[in-house]
């Protein structure tokens, strides 16, 4: 079953300066993410794939970043079974309800909630993960090879939970910061969808195909999940396609 990861010892890399359709900006940060993934030989599409070149891109807010990650923190902790007074009372206090997307409202307003929809929205918490560092409290977002430090990152915003100045006096990473994560993030999500689609399903166990990781299927690794999340807020960070709200996010590779 995963004699293919096994043998995938050698991946060819292509070269971005043979390609015109990026521009210098856009190829030199493709450059950075090759060299992140040539140390784990990471599967890369062979034709031009890039994220949006640094001038063309006008991202989030500040302001918006530190809504959406109290937004978030609020609806994974009602995921996780805290009383609704309790998560409402966070949007209620620092007026956030204008912010929330429509599911999320269904989800926060909902009795009964769906078992499998809570359990789904757990996973936000790698989305607030990303939020958390692109707003300075976190030094490094790190290889996706495992779930991020829930300790920590509930530490970290739980103080903050009533408070206005983690809105007003937000700041936010540079926007070429963000861009190499965004791009080194959807090369990654290539390789696990390619893996699925093409590759019998199986992905190294913490995203390192040198051969040195154990194995396991991409639809039952907890780094699927991480990566999946990573993809989604960098987008929306990063207006990628102009999304309507946080509901309308879309992730191609």
Known sequence: ?????????AVSYPN???????????????????????????????????????SEVVG???QDVARRALILFAVELQAEGVSRDETHSIL????????????EKEFLFNENPD????????????????????????????????????PKLVGLLEPHEKSTEFITKAALRSISDLLDAQDLTMRIHWAIRDAYLHHQGIIPEDLDWSGKSNSVLVTESAVTGVIEQRHYVLNWLLNFLSPEDWDSVDTPT
């Open 60 to 62: 989030q807010s500040p």
């Open 92 to 103: 209620d206090t620092l007026e956030l309800w204008e912010f929330v997307s429509p599911k």
């Open 16 to 54: 971005p300066d043979d390609w015109s359709s990026g521009t210098p900006d856009q190829i030199e940060r493709l450059k950075r993410s090759y060299s992140e993934l040539r140390k784990r030989k990471v599967p890369v599409y062979g034709g031009p794939l890039f994220v949006e070149d640094q």
């Open 115 to 150: 078992p499998l929809e809570s359990q789904k929205l757990v996973w936000r918490l790698e989305s607030i993960w990303v939020l958390m560092w692109a707003l300075g409290y976190i030094e490094e977002l790190g290889w996706p090879s495992g779930m991020c430090d829930v």
């Open 1 to 9: 079953m995963f004699n293919w990861l096994r043998k995938n010892k």
